[in-house]
C-alpha cells in the first residue's frame, strides 16, 4: 500500500500570491483538506492504525489565493485518444469556470490532440469563449478534434512557449496522461512557469483512485441499447445467439454493468476473469447446455477478454502505444460457429459491434452535471499553481490526485467483489469456465 | 457528530445458524468489516485522532453463515409513499436473489403499501416469483402498488404473524421508515423473531448517510427535460419566462442538479437558500435586471422554497405525515405576474410542473444497477437475520445503516459546497437574494 | 363540394422569366401536373363522372422557368402563432433552398411574428445564412422568435416595402394564414408584386387537404409519454384516476392517436364527440363502473371537448382570435372528485397537462424530413412567382393550395371513420355517452 | 400500367352470410368503396380519361356481413423473414380485433415462421389472448419467432387443416407473401375455405401500391442516430470518414430519408442511382474533392447499391431466395482507404453497420398507430371472407390489394423525384458519378 501523498510532490505547486476574485459564496477549500484514501475500518482489532498513516488527497476547489494573474493568463485545452461521451462538457465548463469564474479570456482549443502542439503540422489553435462553446455539450464528440498518439515532447513544450501558454488542460486517458507527464517534466526541465492539469477520460471506467471516469455512465447506458437489440434477436429465433463486443481493453465494467442494467444478459466475458472456450467445463459447452434449455442466448464479450485464446503477438500497439488487441468477437463469432456446426446443431448467430455508436453520444444529465463540476475543479487547480495532477472524485468527493500515482496502474473489476458477483447472479453462468480459475 | 455504530444495535441481529448455500464466487463480508463514516483529514495537525473514534458503518454483502432457512422462510414486499423510479427494480432484486441466490421461494408482494398489511381492508397479497417480476423493471411506477399514510401497527404486526412473515422488505421515504422502526419495536414486544430491512426511497435524495438515492438520477434526467420546454418557451417569447416547479420538499437536489446538467437556467430556488420577494436585492428585482438584459429568463423552483413567503398553516400535514406545503409555484406565478404588471413591463409566463412525469418514469440504466445491487445487499441482510436497518451506499461502497440514524435528520444541499457554488455559477443568480443570508 | 381549381386563381401567378439555375437531376413540373382531391370511386355505379370536374391541386416542384432574379431577391421567414415541433426544421429548409438551389442569399428572419412586421415596434430582423441555421433543427421552438394576434396589415406591407421583401414565408396556423390572405389584399391593392406563401403550422393537425401537419407526428409521440405516465400513477394507487389534458382545440387527433399509440386509455373526450357527465349513460356512471370492474382508469380528454359543459362566454377570444375555451381539464378533475365523494368512493386522482412539454421538443426524424421537403417546395413556388397559396402534402404527393380553400374550414376526427372507431375499441369506452349521440 | 382490379379477383372472396356483431359506431364499408390507384390529372387536355379505366383498389374496413361465424372459427398468425419494428404491434392488434371485435377465441400463434407450419419440426402453435399479448408492443421483434426461407407448401396446409385453422395472417415480405399465395392456390386446389390475409413487411419500404411499410419510419429514425455517430466520428479526427451501411436491397428508402433526416450526410448511394468508383467523375474522386475541402465526409450507402461494382455470382440466393448480395459496405471500406492511401492522403475511416440494431427496436408511437389499424383491416378482411389479399395504405386510405399485384415488382426511390433531388440537395454530392447516367 502507497504511503505518500501529495504533500511530498510540494515542489510542483507555485507562490501563490493573488487574491481569488470573483468565486460567488465559496467556502475555500485550504490544501490541508485531505480525505483518506482508504475508508475500511475493521472494527475487530478495536484499532484502525493502518488508516491514519495512508494515503491522503488533497480536496479539490476554489482557494483563497491563486497562483496567476488573470488578465495575463492563457489558458489552452487539449483533448486527446478515443471518443468519449462528456469531452465537450468538460470543454464547456473548462472555458466557462475561466472566463465567469476568474477573468481568463484567452483561451485556445489545440485541435486534434497532441498533433495540434506541433506547430509544423499547421493545426490553427481555435480561440475559444462562452459563446464558442455554449450549445457544444448537446453534441457528441470533441468540438477540438482528437487524435491518437505521442508528439515530440520538446516540440510540444516549444509550442506551449510560443503560443504563450500557461495552463495546459490535458483531456485524455493513460497514455495521454503520460504524455502529460513527460510534458511537466520537460517544464521543469526548461525552468518554466507552466501548469498541466489531467482530467481523466476512459470510456473503460478504469483509472485508479476514481469512482468513476466521466462518460463511463452515458457510455453503459448506450451499451444497453445494444444488448438489448442482441436479445431481441436471440429471443426471435430457433437457437439465436446474440453476440456483443463491447469497450473493457483491461477492465470489464461496461460490460458488467451493461449485464446488471439490462438483465439479459447470459454469459458475460471480460479480461479479470479467464475462460477457456473448450472441455467439459469450457464456454462453449456452457453455452451448448444453455442452449439446449432455453434455445437461446445473449452473450457480452469485452474487447480485452480472452486475450490468451488468441494467437496474437503480444508486442504490437497502435498509434497510442496500447497493446493492439486480437478481435475477440470476430474470434468468439467463428468459434462458437464451429462448435455448434461440428455438435450439428443449427443457430442463427448474430455478432453486434456498438463501440462506434457508444462512444460517439452526447454526455447523459448524470454525466453532464459531474463533467461540470469535474471542469471546474480543474479550473480551480490550475488557477491556483498546481500542476503534474489530475482531479478526480474519490468516495464521493472531489481531489487532486498526482499524476504518476494514476498511471502506475489500473482499475479493475475484482472478480470476488460486489459487482462481479451480481454479474454472476444475473447472468447464470457458471462461476468457472476455466481450468486455470 | 454521532459517535454511536451499528454494533450497539448488537440486540437487533440474530443468532446465525446456516451455512449458505448458493451465492457465487462470493468473497463473503463479516459483521466486522466497516468503513468510516466520515473520511475527511485535516493534514495540518498531523493526526486525525477525532476520525478514529468516529461513526462507522457496517459493510453490506453476503455473510459466511445466515440465520434463515430458506425452505421454511417467508419473505414479503412492500411499497409505500410516493412513486419514484427504480421501484420496480428494486422488488426484481428482491425477488430475483431471494428465489435464485437463497432459495426462497415463499414471497408475498403486499398491496398498496401499509394499506396492505391491514388485513380487514381486503387486499390479498400477491405472490412472486422469478417469472412475475422478469419484466417489471421495462415500467415506471411499483407493480405493487402504493398509498400513503401510517396503519396500525399492532394491525400491521397481526398480518405479518397471519400470513407467516419473517422477513419483511420495506421501500419508502423517511414516513414509511418511522413505521419499519415502529413495526420492529412491536415485533421485540412480542417477543417475536422477524425481520425488518429498509430500502431508502426518496426521489428528493434526502436521506443521510446516502450518497444517493435510487431513482435520483433518472428523476433529474427527466427534470432536464422539463427544463428545456421551459427555455424553449422563454426564448420564443417577447420577454418570455419559463418557470419550472420540481420535486424537493427540504433539500434542492433535484432542482439544482437539473440546472447543472442543463445549464439553461437562470433562477435557482431551494429551501437551503431562503430568498426574498421585494427590495432591491429580491428575487423581482433581480428577475426584471435578466429581462431587461436578456429579454427572457428561466427560474426553477423547488417545491420546499421559499415557504416562509407564503402564509400556511404550518401544522398542516397530508396522509404520510408530511407537513403540507404551500404551492410555491403558483405563488411565484402569480406574484411574478403582478410584479411585471405594475412595472408595465409585457411577459409572456409559461409554468410547468412536471412532478407526475419525472416519478412514473422506468428507471435508467445507471439506476437499473443501482437498485439491483441494493436489492441483493438487502436480501444478504435479511438472510443473515440483520433487522432495524436499511441499506445504503455511503461513499461508493455498501454498507448497513441502522433505522434510527437514518431517520433523525436530512441530507441537504451545502449552501458552502460544490454543487451550490456550481449551480451559482451556471445560472449567473445574485448570490444573496435576502437580507436574512 | 368544392369544384373550383387553383387555375381560377391565375392572377396570383406573375410572368415567369429567369431560366432555373441549379435544380439538381430534377424532373421539373408544369403547372398543368395536378392530383385529384377526391380519389373516391365507387364502381357500382361504373363511372365516375363526378370526379373527373373534381377539385384538383397543382403538384408542387420546381419549374422549369422562375419568376424572380435570385441575385435581386429578398426573401423573409416570419413564424407566428403556438410553438410547434418542426418549425426550426422549417426555417432551415427554406434558407438552405434559398441559398444553395436558388442562390438567394438576401434572407431576412422577422423576429417574434407578426409582432416583428410592425417596425415601429423596434425587431430588428436577423439576416440568415447556412451558417446560422445550419444546426437550428436540433432544438425545439423557433430561433426568430413567436407571438399571437393579427397587427395593422398596412403598417406590415409597409416593412415589406420598406425592408425591400419580395417573398414572405409565412409559418402559421388558420390566424396567421387568415394574415397572410390579408397582407396578399393590400399587396395587390398596392400594385406590388410580392410573393405571400404559407407554410402551415398546427399541432392539432386540423388543416384541411393536408395528410398531416409538420409536427404532428411529433407531438402525439410526446402526448403518448404523457399517457404513460398517467397510467403507471392510476395503476399504482388504489381506485387510481389519470387524468390527461391535450391539445385540440377543434379536432381531436393527438388525442385519438395517443390513444392508439398507447394502448393504455380508456376513456377518450374529443369535440367532434359530444358527451354527457350525468345520468346513467354519462361519463361518470361510465367512469364509476370501469373504476369497480378494474380498479384504476385513464381518460385523454382534448381541450376543445365538452365545451358545451362549461360556462363561458362563448364570444371571448384570445390574442390570436381564437375562441377562449373553458379549461375542460380542471373542470372534469373537480367534476370527477365530487361525484366519487358523493358516492363515497376513495380515488387518487392525479392531474397532468403536458402541453409545453409536448409543443417544444425538436422535431422527430419522421417531421425532419417532412419538414425538409415542405420547406423546398414553398421556396420552389416563392421562387416560380406563385404566391396567396400555401405548400401541403395531400395523398402522399406535395401541391399547392389556394389559402382562401384551407382557411374555410378544418379538418376533423369522422365519429364513423377508422380512426375513431379504432379508439372506441381500444379504450373500450361506451359508444355513446350523449342523450344527443 | 396494370388495368385489373381486385373485382376480377371474385373467386377468392367468400359468400358472406353472419350478420355483424360488435364493430361499434362504424360506418361500414361496402366493396364498391374504392379508390383510384392514380390520382393524377393533366389540366392541360382538359381530360383524364386515362384515369377513369384505371386501376383501383378496394377500400378496406368492417363490412355489414361476415363470412366466419366467430363462435367456430379458428385464427392463425404466422410471422416470418427478417425483424422489423412493428411486428408485435401487429400481433396484439390481430389479437385484440379478433377477440374484442368479432368474439373470436381460438387464436394460434405459429411459432417461427413458416417452419412452424410443418408440423413434424415440432414447433408447438401458442395459444394467443389479449392477456398474452397485452404489452408485446413495448418489445422489439416478434413474440412468435421467425425464420427464413420457404417450405413445403403441401405439408403447410395439411398443418391448417389439422390445427383447424380458419383464417392465417401471414406477416412477412416479398417471399414471404409469396409463399402464401402459394398456399392460397393449395387451399384452392383442396377446394378448402379457408382465408389466407398479407400483412406485408418490409423494413425497406418497397412493396409497390403502399404509401409505406409498417416499420420504416421507427427504422429510418433509428438510421439517424447510426448517421450522427459517423458524423461525430467524421468531425472529431483529421480526414475523418464516417461510412454507414443500411438497409436497402432494392430500394434505398432508409438510406435517403435518414439523409433528409439528419442533413449531415455528405454521400448518399442507393441501389437505384448506379454510380463508378474511378475516373474523374467517379465516387473516389468526389471524396477526394470533399476531403480536400472540408476535412471530413459522412457516407451513407444501401446494401444494394453499387452491385455491379462487386464480383459475386448473381445466381447465389439465401434462405430466403433473396439473391446473395456482396457486402457493398466493406468493399467501399476497403476501396476507400486503397485509394487515399495510394494518394498518400492519411484519413481516419470509421465504418459502422447498425443493421441489427435498427430492426430490432420497438415502434415508435407513429408505428404503434399504423400497425394497430393495418391490423385490425386485416382482421375486417379476414372475417368479411376475403383471401388472397393483403392490407395496405395507399394514398392515405386503408385498401384491400390483390397480392399478385404487389409481389409483381417493387417500389423505388425515383431518380427524377422530390425525395432523391431533396437528397442531392442535403448532401451537396454531384448529380452524377457514373458514365452511364
Given at each position: 500500500?502507497?504511503?505518500?501523498?501529495?504533500?511530498?510532490?510540494?515542489?510542483?505547486?507555485?507562490y501563490?500570491?493573488?487574491?481569488?476574485?470573483?468565486?460567488?459564496?465559496?467556502?475555500?477549500?485550504?490544501?490541508?483538506?485531505?480525505?483518506?484514501?482508504?475508508?475500511?475500518?475493521?472494527?475487530?482489532?478495536?484499532?484502525?492504525a493502518?488508516?491514519r498513516?495512508?494515503?491522503s488527497?488533497?480536496?479539490?476547489?476554489?482557494?483563497?489565493?491563486?497562483?496567476?494573474?488573470?488578465?495575463?493568463?492563457?489558458?489552452?485545452?487539449?483533448?486527446?485518444?478515443?471518443l468519449?461521451p462528456?469531452v465537450?462538457?468538460?470543454?464547456?465548463?473548462?472555458?466557462?469556470?475561466?472566463?465567469?469564474?476568474?477573468?481568463?479570456?484567452?483561451?485556445?482549443?489545440?485541435?486534434?490532440?497532441y498533433?495540434?502542439l506541433?506547430?509544423?503540422h499547421?493545426?490553427?489553435?481555435?480561440?475559444?469563449?462562452?459563446?464558442?462553446v455554449?450549445n457544444?455539450?448537446?453534441?457528441g464528440?470533441?468540438?477540438?478534434?482528437?487524435?491518437?498518439?505521442?508528439q515530440?515532447?520538446?516540440?510540444?513544450?516549444?509550442?506551449l512557449?510560443?503560443?504563450g501558454?500557461?495552463?495546459?488542460?490535458?483531456?485524455?486517458?493513460?497514455?495521454?496522461?503520460?504524455?502529460?507527464?513527460a510534458?511537466?517534466?520537460?517544464?521543469h526541465?526548461?525552468g518554466?512557469?507552466?501548469?498541466?492539469?489531467?482530467?481523466?477520460?476512459?470510456?473503460?471506467?478504469?483509472?485508479?483512485y476514481?469512482?468513476?471516469?466521466?462518460?463511463?455512465?452515458?457510455?453503459?447506458?448506450?451499451?444497453?441499447?445494444?444488448?438489448?437489440?442482441?436479445h431481441?434477436?436471440?429471443?426471435?429465433?430457433?437457437?439465436?445467439?446474440g453476440?456483443?463486443?463491447?469497450?473493457g481493453?483491461?477492465?470489464?465494467?461496461?460490460?458488467?454493468?451493461?449485464?446488471?442494467?439490462?438483465?439479459?444478459?447470459n454469459?458475460?466475458?471480460?479480461?479479470?476473469v479467464?475462460?477457456?472456450?473448450?472441455?467439459?467445463?469450457?464456454?462453449?459447452e456452457?453455452?451448448?447446455?444453455?442452449?439446449?434449455?432455453r434455445?437461446?442466448?445473449?452473450?457480452v464479450?469485452?474487447?480485452?477478454?480472452?486475450?490468451?485464446?488468441?494467437?496474437?503477438k503480444?508486442?504490437?500497439?497502435?498509434?497510442?502505444?496500447?497493446?493492439?488487441?486480437?478481435?475477440?468477437g470476430?474470434?468468439?463469432?467463428?468459434?462458437?460457429s464451429h462448435?455448434?456446426?461440428?455438435c450439428?446443431?443449427?443457430?442463427?448467430?448474430?455478432?453486434?459491434?456498438?463501440?462506434?455508436?457508444i462512444r460517439s453520444?452526447?454526455?447523459?444529465?448524470?454525466?453532464?452535471?459531474?463533467?461540470?463540476?469535474?471542469?471546474?475543479?480543474?479550473?480551480?487547480?490550475?488557477?491556483?499553481g498546481?500542476t503534474?495532477?489530475?482531479?478526480?472524485?474519490?468516495?464521493?468527493?472531489?481531489v487532486?490526485?498526482p499524476?504518476?500515482?494514476?498511471?502506475?496502474?489500473?482499475?479493475?473489476?475484482?472478480?470476488?467483489?460486489?459487482?462481479?458477483?451480481?454479474v454472476?447472479?444475473?447472468?447464470?453462468q457458471?462461476?468457472?469456465?476455466?481450468?486455470?480459475?
Open positions: 500500500m502507497m504511503t505518500s501523498t501529495i504533500e511530498s510532490l510540494g515542489d510542483c505547486r507555485f501563490s500570491r493573488l487574491p481569488h476574485m470573483c468565486c460567488k459564496g465559496a467556502g475555500f477549500k485550504t490544501d490541508s483538506d485531505h480525505i483518506a484514501c482508504d475508508d475500511k475500518v475493521n472494527r475487530e482489532f478495536g484499532s484502525d493502518a488508516q498513516d495512508g494515503l488527497f488533497e480536496v479539490a476547489g476554489p482557494r483563497e489565493h491563486i497562483y496567476y494573474d488573470s488578465a495575463n493568463t492563457t489558458a489552452a485545452i487539449v483533448t486527446c485518444g478515443g468519449c462528456g465537450n462538457d468538460v470543454i464547456r465548463g473548462l472555458v466557462m469556470e475561466l472566463w465567469h469564474g476568474y477573468g481568463v479570456t484567452d483561451i485556445l482549443g489545440i485541435r486534434y490532440g498533433d495540434g506541433v506547430l509544423r499547421g493545426h490553427q489553435p481555435l480561440p475559444l469563449s462562452p459563446e464558442v455554449s457544444i455539450q448537446t453534441f464528440g470533441t468540438m477540438l478534434g482528437t487524435s491518437r498518439g505521442p515530440s515532447v520538446p516540440e510540444m513544450v516549444d509550442a512557449e510560443q503560443l501558454i500557461d495552463i495546459l488542460f490535458v483531456i485524455g486517458g493513460d497514455g495521454t496522461l503520460k504524455g502529460g507527464a510534458i511537466v517534466e520537460e517544464i526541465r526548461r518554466l512557469r507552466k501548469s498541466v492539469i489531467g482530467i481523466p477520460k476512459t470510456i473503460d471506467n478504469d483509472i485508479m476514481l469512482d468513476k471516469s466521466f462518460g463511463f455512465e452515458t457510455a453503459f447506458a448506450e451499451a444497453v441499447k445494444a444488448v438489448s437489440c442482441a431481441v434477436e436471440a429471443i426471435c429465433a430457433i437457437n439465436g445467439i453476440l456483443v463486443k463491447l469497450m481493453r483491461a477492465s470489464g465494467f461496461i460490460g458488467c454493468y451493461a449485464v446488471l442494467a439490462s438483465q439479459q444478459v454469459f458475460c466475458l471480460i479480461p479479470e479467464p475462460f477457456e472456450l473448450d472441455g467439459s467445463r469450457g464456454f462453449l456452457a453455452l451448448r447446455y444453455r442452449i439446449a434449455r434455445k437461446h442466448a445473449v452473450i464479450v469485452a474487447e480485452g477478454a480472452g486475450q490468451e485464446l488468441l494467437e496474437t503480444p508486442t504490437e500497439t497502435d498509434a497510442s502505444g496500447n497493446r493492439r488487441l486480437g478481435d475477440i470476430l474470434f468468439l463469432k467463428r468459434e462458437i462448435f455448434f456446426h461440428s450439428n446443431i443449427p443457430i442463427t448467430l448474430k455478432y453486434i459491434d456498438p463501440s462506434y455508436a453520444v452526447p454526455a447523459s444529465p448524470q454525466d453532464n452535471v459531474y463533467c461540470s463540476i469535474l471542469a471546474k475543479n480543474a479550473v480551480h487547480a490550475g488557477m491556483a498546481k503534474n495532477m489530475l482531479v478526480g472524485r474519490w468516495h464521493d468527493t472531489f487532486h490526485i499524476l504518476r500515482i494514476v498511471i502506475s496502474d489500473r482499475r479493475r473489476i475484482d472478480p470476488r467483489g460486489d459487482v462481479w458477483r451480481s454472476l447472479e444475473a447472468t447464470g457458471p462461476r468457472n469456465m476455466s481450468a486455470a480459475a
